[in-house]
C-alpha cells in the first residue's frame, strides 16, 4: 500500500507541474485514501484494501497517466516514458 500512494503522489506532483489540476486532484485524493488504509492497519487491521480496492487504485492510477501525459495532435514519448519511470522506481526499491 505504501507503493500505491508514492505512485498517486508522483502523479499528481507531474500532473500539477503540467497544469493538469483535475488529475493531480484526484491523485491525491487517491494517494490520501490509500495512505489512510495503511495508517489504519498499525492500530487495528479492521479495514482491508481487497481485491476490488486495488482493482480501484489501478484504475484511478491508469487514468491518472492517461489524463496527465496523452497530448492530442502532439508528437512525444512521455505518455510512455514517465509512467514506465513512475512505476519503475518502486520495483527497484522492492
Known amino acids: 500500500m505504501p507503493v500505491s500512494?508514492?505512485?498517486c503522489a508522483e502523479f499528481a506532483f507531474i500532473a500539477g507541474m503540467q497544469g493538469q489540476y483535475f488529475v493531480c486532484v484526484t491523485g491525491n485524493g487517491v494517494g490520501g485514501g490509500v495512505a489512510r488504509v495503511f495508517a489504519a492497519q498499525?492500530?487495528?487491521?479492521?479495514?482491508f484494501l481487497g481485491d476490488a480496492g486495488s482493482h480501484f487504485v489501478g484504475t484511478c492510477w491508469r487514468c491518472c497517466r492517461d489524463g496527465t501525459?496523452?497530448?492530442p495532435g502532439e508528437q512525444t514519448h512521455l505518455p510512455v516514458l514517465i509512467p514506465l519511470l513512475v512505476l519503475a522506481v518502486p520495483l527497484l526499491i522492492w
Not at 498499525?42 to 479495514?47: E, H, K, N, V, Y
Open 5 to 7: 500512494g508514492w505512485c
Open 42 to 47: 498499525f492500530q487495528r487491521p479492521a479495514i
Open 69 to 71: 501525459f496523452y497530448r
